[in-house]
């Protein structure tokens, strides 16, 4: 691990750090200009970032209107740096791996043969991390941090599962288990909320992101719609660490398929397909909606409505400025403007009669892996925030 990171305990230094993270090469000027801190102050932080070996010169930028020397512009090191996240549920383990510099490096899923508990989390977490490492020859210090991301309520201090139903957990000490096993630094925290950290550490520079956002998290076999919450431009935990959690209980698939049946009966591409109900995955319903099956348009209709539903509430609750969803629903795109949309706008107008704010609802950039993006913001946030 680069132990150069560490020592920059000047906020002001980190900051610039982040700023040149996000612009990818930005010019002293620029930096001065965002920051409102002198010319030579941010000359003498770059001097001290550029003997640390974190950036480096990346060449001139354009001249101003009246010419002049053009101005020399700055960029974090290649390959110094490299970051992992991970998103566990029951059934798969995501992962990202990141570089230092922003940009999303690799992407990857590990399906375990038995289902995620107690017993093998540790040894498949492990499994999952080194096949990634192995994948790009990169080796322990080259990596400077692991974010691993959860359902359920968690300790990020302590780095503890306090309750996790999908995956059957209850005070996991996973932060001490997993660094006695393996030389590398973790930050645990729950699903929804690294979710909603890829959005605020992913976001374009010249994307002036709203004050307060609401990440929803949907994937098969979780018990709950997970959220998470940046109130004010901070990422809000609450008192114990469980503000965002929707409780009320999400129908499982083969559930829901099954009132299909009931209601449109058996004769459908899907079914034929599967002779049992319970092998169906979401995103071979999404491949038959596509064909038009009618079973599987049933149950793409009811996962939307149920989220739809929580946006609403969410609305009229909080009111945000952009709602944000991730997980395995944002595997096919259409879905938001055929569904989940129309269903939200429907929804909140049936709640909130006299006029109301409808915010902005997009899926995630990072797909079905924005949560395992997100837990790489954790590790960003530890090293660059101020």
């Known amino acids: 691990m680069n132990k150069s990171f560490f020592n920059l305990t000047e906020n002001s230094h980190r900051q610039v750090l982040n700023l040149i993270r996000l612009h990818k090469e930005i010019s002293g000027a620029e930096l001065s200009r965002i920051t409102s801190l002198r010319p030579s102050t941010v000359l003498y932080i770059l001097r001290s970032l550029d003997e640390k070996g974190l950036i480096e010169i990346s060449g001139t930028g354009e001249s101003t209107t009246k010419g002049g020397k053009k101005p020399t512009l700055w960029k974090i090191k290649n390959n110094i740096g490299y970051i992992l996240g991970l998103e566990v549920l029951p059934h798969k383990i995501r992962i990202v791996l990141a570089g230092l510099e922003g940009v999303i490096l690799d992407k990857d899923e590990n399906i375990p043969t038995l289902k995620i508990n107690e017993k093998n989390l540790i040894d498949e977490t492990i499994k999952t991390i080194l096949a990634m490492l192995a994948k790009h020859s990169l080796q322990f210090e080259q990596i400077l941090g692991v974010g691993i991301a959860f359902p359920g309520l ?132 999404m491949n038959y909606e596509k064909q038009g099956c009618g079973i599987s348009t049933f149950v793409i209709e009811e996962i939307c409505k149920l989220i739809a539903d929580e946006i609403a509430r969410i609305i009229g609750f909080i009111n945000p400025d952009l709602i944000v969803i991730g997980g395995d629903i944002t595997m096919q795109e259409t879905l938001l403007k055929k569904y989940i949309v129309p269903y939200a706008h429907e929804r909140t107008t049936s709640y909130l009669k006299h006029g109301y704010y409808m915010p902005e609802i997009r899926f995630s950039q990072f797909g079905k892996f924005s949560v395992a993006a997100g837990a790489t913001a954790l590790i960003l946030s530890e090293l660059m925030d101020n």
């Not at 590398?184 to 004050?211: C, H, R």
């Not at 004010?232 to 129908?251: D, H, K, M, Q, R």
């Not at 004769?267 to 397909?273: A, F």
Request: aromatic letters at 8%; a neutral charge; proline letters at 5%.
């Open 154 to 285: 968690i300790d990020g201090k302590n780095g503890t599962i306090l309750y996790s139903s999908a995956l059957g957990l209850e005070n996991f000490p996973l932060k001490l288990r997993l660094e006695s096993k393996i030389s590398l630094k973790f930050t645990i925290a729950n699903d929804a909320n690294s979710g909603a950290m890829d959005v605020k550490w992913y976001s374009e520079p010249t994307q002036t992101l709203p004050a307060n956002i609401v990440y929803i998290t949907y994937n098969q076999g979780a018990k709950n719609l997970g959220a998470g919450l940046i109130i004010n431009n901070s990422l809000y935990l609450g008192v114990s660490g469980a503000a965002g959690e929707i409780f009320y209980p999400l129908p499982k698939i083969p559930s829901i398929v099954e009132r299909g049946i009931k209601k449109l009966g058996s004769g459908h591409l899907l079914l034929n397909q599967f002779t049992n109900i319970e092998d169906i995955k979401i995103s071979d319903i």
